[in-house]
């Protein structure tokens, strides 16, 4: 199974990486069927979506063909927001426009939301509410809001909440478990079910 994980921060570094790291991490050494691929936001290197996307234009297919393989070749997402404003970072929902349903439709994704102090509600809402219309991404109920992110998923185990770091630890691989399970099951799924109708190709 591939899973791939989604760092949306711009930041360079960023809370938001060091948690899709030790998500990676996690996926590697707790569940041998997983193969995770990680993919950072840092920097913006996505350029802005525009609608020469839809024409076929050669510049975007250098940009956007190799993760396509890889989101295609993936049965389940994690999707990791910090909190700016009470928002998603723009460059995380620029993402959900460049991407269709031919790679991310049907297939399971876990929210994951970093805050520096008590917040992260509010990109958990705003992500299922419009991120996934027309790419029929499909989020699992389950998501994990890390608060106090400083305090958690160190390197340095002195840098730890050692309460708040296993509670987090022991949460995220619950969270992954279930998401796991939905992967194999909308996998099935997507195998007998004709998923793509051309008269439908947006939500509504």
């Not at 030790?22 to 525009?50: C, H, M, Q, R």
Request: glycine share 6%; hydrophobic share 35%.
């Amino acid at each position: 199974m591939k899973i791939s994980i989604i760092s949306g921060s711009h930041r360079n570094p960023s809370q938001s990486e060091k948690v899709a790291r030790y998500i990676a991490s996690t996926l590697k050494g707790e569940f041998t069927e997983v193969d995770p691929f990680l993919y950072l936001l840092a920097d913006n290197p996505l350029p802005l979506w525009d609608q020469s996307v839809w024409d076929g234009d050669e510049r975007w297919k250098e940009r956007l063909t190799d993760l396509q393989e890889e989101f295609s070749k993936s049965d389940a997402f994690v999707i990791i927001s910090p909190e700016w404003h009470g928002q998603v970072p723009s460059g995380l929902k620029n993402l959900f426009l460049l991407f269709s349903r031919f790679e991310l439709g049907h297939k399971p994704a876990l929210i994951v939301t970093v805050s520096a102090s008590t917040g992260g509600t509010y990109p958990v809402s705003e992500l299922r509410m419009s991120s996934y219309k027309n790419n029929r991404l499909c989020y699992i109920p389950e998501n994990l809001i890390i608060r106090n992110v400083g305090e958690v998923f160190n390197d340095n185990p002195q840098e730890n909440n050692q309460k708040s770091n296993n509670y987090y630890k022991e949460r995220l691989k619950w969270c992954l478990d279930i998401l796991i399970g939905y992967g194999k099951a909308l996998k099935i799924m997507r195998d007998e079910t004709p998923i793509h109708h051309e008269k439908f190709t947006n939500g509504m």
